[in-house]
Nanobody
Framework: VQLQASGGGLVQAGGSLRLSCAAS????????MAWFRQAPGKEREFVAA????????YYSDSVEGRFTVSRDSAKSTVYLQMNSLKAEDTAVYYC??????????????????WGQGTLVTVSS
């Protein structure tokens, strides 16, 4: 599976961005999809995930209520709508595909495929 992330850019605090991640070369509907991010000097962290089957969504505490993850199976694409952005949201955002069990859906090591990352910069 190949993943291509896009949609990053520079935005002012309080603004919005929508990231996209297009998948190809596999059965998109069979994978749970997730977004992770890595800020300069920090470890990669979980942001959001959407399961393959029921489409249940999961978020980190830091983005809950501000970000929304969704998927379009017809387009084999997962989205991350980011609202009310803060300076601390500045990071490279990565999309990932895998089949983690529910209890481990936030673990990056359980995702098989990764996109190249897209940079989000939030100015304060």
């Amino acid at each position: 599976v190949q993943l291509q992330a896009s949609g990053g850019g520079l935005v002012q605090a309080g603004g919005s961005l929508r990231l996209s991640c297009a998948a190809s070369g596999g059965t998109f509907s069979s994978y749970s999809m997730a977004w992770f991010r890595q800020a300069p000097g920090k470890e990669r962290e979980f942001v959001a995930a959407i399961r393959a089957s029921a489409g249940n969504t999961y978020y980190s505490d830091s983005v809950e209520g501000r970000f929304t993850v969704s998927r379009d199976s017809a387009k084999s694409t997962v989205y991350l709508q980011m609202n009310s952005l803060k300076a601390e949201d500045t990071a490279v955002y990565y999309c990932a595909a895998g089949r983690p069990v529910l209890s481990a859906i936030r673990m990056s090591s359980l995702y098989y495929y990764w996109g190249q990352g897209t940079l989000v910069t939030v100015s304060s």
